[in-house]
């Protein structure tokens, strides 16, 4: 019988898991969606979420946010903690910003734009958030042409090269086997 309620708990948040996996087995993006659906289910008053969804996908990220959505309508108090502008605008009915440790302000949502938001968190009007590009790199200083792990699971024909002085970042999502390429 908990078995068929967690089943139908899961689905009622999107999830589609098998009930009785192992935590252990399920992705990062999974185990903090149960995280989310546990405190949702103890009632909470007040949830503090902090960057929850660093390691989820878009259509998990559209669930969070219909439970956000859900927890406004039930009069549960949301902290919500993040770095993605989008989202703070998308969910949030005040923000308040924090810089070097302090606060500086909390505005209503309505009144605040990317701009506003950026301009308060560095301290200083933003005028030339993205200037041109005067460095020109040098010569291709390492290529990496077909990289291949030798764990079958892992990540397949990468190929890439960077010039001296060049900044080359490597990004994606929990499981994007990242880190195993570069260690």
């Known amino acids: 019988e908990m078995i068929e309620q967690t089943k139908g708990i899961l689905r009622e948040y999107g999830m589609d898991f098998d009930p009785k996996l192992k935590v252990g087995s399920l992705s990062v993006a999974q185990i903090q969606m149960l995280e989310i659906i546990k405190a949702v289910r103890k009632n909470a008053d007040i949830i503090i979420m902090d ?45 308040t910003i924090m810089r070097d ?37 040098g010569a291709e200083y390492l290529k990496v042409e077909n990289f291949t792990s030798t764990n079958p699971h892992s990540f397949k024909d990468v190929s890439f090269s960077v010039k001296k002085g060049e900044i080359f970042g490597i990004g994606g999502l929990v499981g994007s086997q990242r880190s195993e390429l570069m260690e």
Do not use: C
Request: glycine residues 4%.
């Open 101 to 137: 440790g302090q606060n500086v302000g909390t505005w209503p949502a309505s009144e605040m734009t990317t701009d506003t938001i950026v301009n308060k968190m560095v301290g200083r009007e933003m005028t030339d958030r993205f200037p041109p590009k005067k460095h020109t790199p």
């Open 51 to 95: 960057e929850p969804t660093s390691s989820l996908t878009e259509t998990e990220t559209a669930i969070l946010f219909r439970i956000i959505d859900q927890l406004k309508n039930e009069n549960v108090a949301i902290i919500y903690i993040s770095h993605k502008i989008d989202e703070i605008l998308q969910i949030s009915d005040d923000i």
